[in-house]
């Protein structure tokens, strides 16, 4: 571990002064585990929240959940996402649910409001509450809850860390990142959904063979090339309007599949080839260790990781421009100073 597993990793400046710092840790891993690049300390570990829900919901993949239900590629992406709660989010949830043959009063992840504000805006002049159909976790638990159906589980206690299916879960999460399942800390998400903490080059390694699973068993590997395709083709389900993980899977043109979580982490992959011909697949994690509350701090990392390795070209860059490192402006609109990265990647071997 490194003395201080921190390191400024997005700056403020007000005038000619730094005024605020977020400091944090991030690693860079390909899919054989080799660590590629980090900032602060890459064994840093951290609970992933939601960028863990595609290992979630790989078993559902894994053991022929998408042919019994027949489910297709937007919603198998929603069963990964951390949805903005729009209209057609909510459509895509009712169709998964009729299909594994379950209700919203079969969930038990909590009601919040849509994250997306033209939802709300038009929800409000309809006059209609938030429901579960809105909380962002929402596809989540209706993944966890088609396994139980899949295997003839029971669903009152889908949730508990001793039911089978998140006994399940739990196996495939540490398989895939190289753990062993005793070491996955085990904490309650915002869903009432266990959520899991690893190092941050285990978690990278998982996202890695996300895109690129090929050492892996076929079973394995064909489960997470469906849920890889089904995520970058389909990144609107995973988070929605305005949203960075939503931009940069279209900007990246199926070759970057993104996942963020709560409390400052963040997770996107590299496909192989995405840094030129024969270029390995890349893991990439970071953890925000004051939790990024506004959002501000994560997609600067990104922009700045994705253009210290060569990710992306000058139109890409064009098109994610409101994410990069930019001035920031009072109410008036005057500059009055800057967002930017303040980090350089250490160890780059690619």
Known sequence: MTSNPFAPLVELTRGPLVESIHFGALAIVDACGKLIASAGDAELIANLRSSAKPFQALPLIENGGAE???LTDPEIAILCASHSGTDEHLAILKSVQSKIGVHETDLQCGIHPSMDEATRQAMSLRGEQ?????HNCYGQ??????QC????QPIQNYLSNDHIIQKTIRSTFAGMLDMDVNDVLIGIDGCSAPTFAAPLRNAALGSARLCDPSGLPEKRAQALRRIFRAMTTNPD???GPLRFDTFLMQVGQGMIVCKGGAEGYQAFGLAP???GPGSPALGIVYKVIDGDQEGRARPVVAMSVLRQLGALDKDQL???KRFDSRPIYNWRHLEIGVIRPAFVLEKITV
């Open 68 to 70: 019994r239900f027949g």
């Open 130 to 134: 938030p429901g579960p159909y809105r």
């Open 318 to 320: 064009a098109a994610l």
């Open 237 to 239: 389900m995973v988070a």
């Open 273 to 275: 080839g995405a840094l």
């Open 149 to 152: 159906m899949l295997n003839n």
């Open 141 to 146: 638990p209706t993944g966890m809850l088609a």
